[in-house]
């Protein structure tokens, strides 16, 4: 394998996997394995990947994503089984433990008895709030439930910064409104979530709670957001934060190290992060958990030297490494959330937000079915008209529900339904 040159593709703008580009040197010193270590922005990689994988691209060895894709990259062929190389002392030796990582979170990663990604990091939605300008705006404490955060959003919106903040752009809109929808849809099951019941009902898109929802959306992003919300990607959200043009934003916590960071952030004295408890209409799943995972591409023709870049990536000493660093909030492997060096350089206010959304946790993004990425288009065309248009929102949800529909239909469902 030594000489071997493997590429990964990865995210840019996010200090994890910012930290583990540092470390490439030091593995080609231990292996002789040269990496192409590619960087992208989120639409880039959300595009690209999927065609790369659909077209059996052999460029491709290794890559990042969130596990809500697995439904979609198993139902083309598109990714790798890992099992072999797991179980094979003579490529995985006995320290790197993979009954390490947390079973709950692996387990996004598995799919029909078979494991097709390892997690990097457990993910998960929570709520960045500026402390001061709460107190200011006479604020005590974060919201309990949806109706005290519209309240709080209107007391924050001044001329000098918004209320509140999310992406909103078409390609990522669904990503925080999966987060909001969370405290109106319930949660059916581990395998479609709050998308379907095991009727294939499209649950979103059910009165009464889809009009609740969807109400619900369009006052709090058409009034108190920033304007130019509906083309707010990751990125807009987390300098207008850090610049300290926004009070709220609910988005992933992956970029909390670059809210904290005094040089890149104006607020970062003034940051505290929070969880919306889980209300009546989803008590016990409303939290999401997005367990992102390192994969094989299945076409790759170095599969070896990219399963052991892969171990490199994932082993104890490199997740230890990278929460010390304040890269990595949520890792994957158990002794690494517990190692004392890990929990002391937690930021305040996360670990006990972080122990509420992973006893609450919804982990189904998207659902885990082969069509889990094709039902996207409907969900953001209507996320986005929601906040674009003045089109009555029981249209808005019912013109969804009908794609969704379909999508369903043309796809051959009702089927049985899957077993997790």
């Known amino acids: 394998m030594a000489g071997t040159t493997l590429t990964l593709e990865t995210y840019s703008t996010n200090p994890e996997f910012d930290f583990y580009s540092t470390l490439m040197d030091d593995f080609q010193k231990k292996t002789g394995i040269k990496v192409n270590y590619v960087q992208q922005p989120v639409a880039a990689m959300d595009e690209k990947v999927p065609l790369q994988l659909t077209a059996k691209d052999t460029s491709l060895d290794v890559f990042t994503t969130g596990s809500e894709n697995i439904g979609h990259y198993v139902g083309i062929s598109g990714v790798e089984p890992l099992d072999s190389y797991i179980n094979d ?9 993979f009954k390490d990582f947390a079973p709950d979170i692996e387990a996004a990663c598995q799919q029909g008895g078979k494991t097709y990604c390892i997690a990097t990091h457990t993910g998960g939605g929570l709520l960045y709030y500026n402390t001061k300008m709460f107190q200011e705006a006479g604020i005590s404490a974060p919201p309990n439930t949806p109706d005290e955060l519209m309240q709080d959003a209107a007391k924050l919106n001044t001329s000098d910064h918004a209320g509140f903040c999310v992406r909103a752009d078409k390609s990522q809109v669904l990503y925080d409104g999966f987060q909001i929808w969370n405290w109106f849809i319930k949660w059916d099951n581990p395998i479609t979530g709050n998308y379907f019941d095991k009727s294939w009902n499209f649950l979103i898109g059910t009165e009464p709670q889809a009009s609740q929802f969807g109400t619900y959306y369009r006052q709090l992003l058409q009034n108190y957001a920033p304007k130019g919300i509906a083309t707010y990607l990751v990125t807009n959200c987390l300098q207008d934060f850090q610049q300290g043009r926004v009070a ?19 607020v970062a004295e003034n940051t505290a992060f929070w969880e919306m408890p889980c209300q009546p209409a989803n008590p016990d799943h409303c939290a999401l ?10 076409a790759s023709t170095h599969k070896q030297a990219a399963w052991q870049l892969m171990q490199y990536l994932t082993s104890k000493d490199t997740q230890v490494a990278a929460a010390t ?10 002794s690494v959330i517990k190692d004392p060096s890990v929990v002391a350089a937690l930021p305040k206010t996360f670990p006990e937000t972080q122990s509420y959304i992973l006893a609450h946790p919804n982990v189904v993004l998207l659902p885990f079915i082969p069509e889990g990425v094709a039902i996207i288009p409907p969900i953001s065309n209507g996320l ?24 369903m239909t043309k796809a051959g469902y009702p089927k049985p339904f899957p077993n997790p």
Do not use: C
Request: aromatic fraction near 6%.
């Open 89 to 97: 002392s003579a490529q995985t030796p006995s320290t790197y433990d």
């Open 289 to 298: 958990v997005q367990p992102f995972g390192i994969w094989m591409n299945a």
């Open 325 to 334: 660093h304040k890269a990595l909030l949520t890792p994957s492997r158990t």
């Open 384 to 407: 986005s008209d929601l906040i674009t248009t003045n089109t009555p929102v029981s249209d808005v949800m019912a013109t969804m529900k009908a794609g969704e529909n379909d999508i």
């Open 248 to 266: 709220m934003w609910e988005d992933d916590g992956g970029t909390i190290p670059e809210v904290l960071d005094p040089d890149k952030s104006k």
